[in-house]
């Protein structure tokens, strides 16, 4: 017998704020909700699918969160030739090979910000890594919509899963 239900276990997969994009996520709105820290997932959070170029808005955004003084990490699940470059570009730190939706990447994310768990969140566009992951290790989970649509078939069946989970409408700056 399971310790959970099914309806305890469904809130696993689901995002405790909700944004179309990282870039309506706003030093004001995590002050108001204790918020520190992000750690970031990469692509199609921050920028397009491998795409090795952040975008402005991108660029835009990390240059507001870091005057505001708001800490921020990324946990990918890729691979280090493909992180490193990015991380660099963008002067932040990462953990590649993140391997969410377990909770390593963010438990050493977490240690390296110097911060409780209490006052980080975690930022991505998929329910199963990114959400479930911020729910698994027990910190805050911020749901972007994807930047854009993945092609691959392995996407596009992932996608198709998510479905049932996806959040109707962003439910973030409350």
Aim: charged share 25%; glycine share 6%; hydrophobic share 40%.
């Amino acid at each position: 017998m399971s310790a959970f239900s099914f309806k305890e276990k469904a809130m696993f997969f689901r995002p405790t704020y909700v944004f179309d994009k990282v870039g309506e996520v706003t030093p004001e709105f995590l002050k108001r909700k204790h918020i520190r820290g992000l750690i970031l997932d990469l692509d199609n959070t921050l920028t397009t699918h491998n795409n090795p170029v952040p975008p402005q808005s991108s660029l835009d955004w990390l240059d507001t969160m870091k005057r505001a003084g708001i800490k921020l990490m990324i946990v990918s699940n890729n691979h280090p030739p493909r992180v490193t470059p990015f991380a660099e570009q963008l002067g932040l730190e990462f953990e590649a090979e993140g391997k969410k939706p377990l909770t390593f990447g963010y438990t050493r994310a977490i240690k390296r910000m110097g911060l409780d768990k209490r006052n980080v969140a975690a930022v991505g566009d998929q329910i199963f890594t990114d959400v479930l992951g911020s729910n698994l290790k027990g910190i805050r989970s911020i749901f972007v919509f994807p930047i854009e649509p993945e092609t691959s078939l392995p996407f596009r069946f992932k996608r198709a899963c998510e479905k049932p989970f996806l959040p109707k409408k962003p439910r973030g700056a409350k």
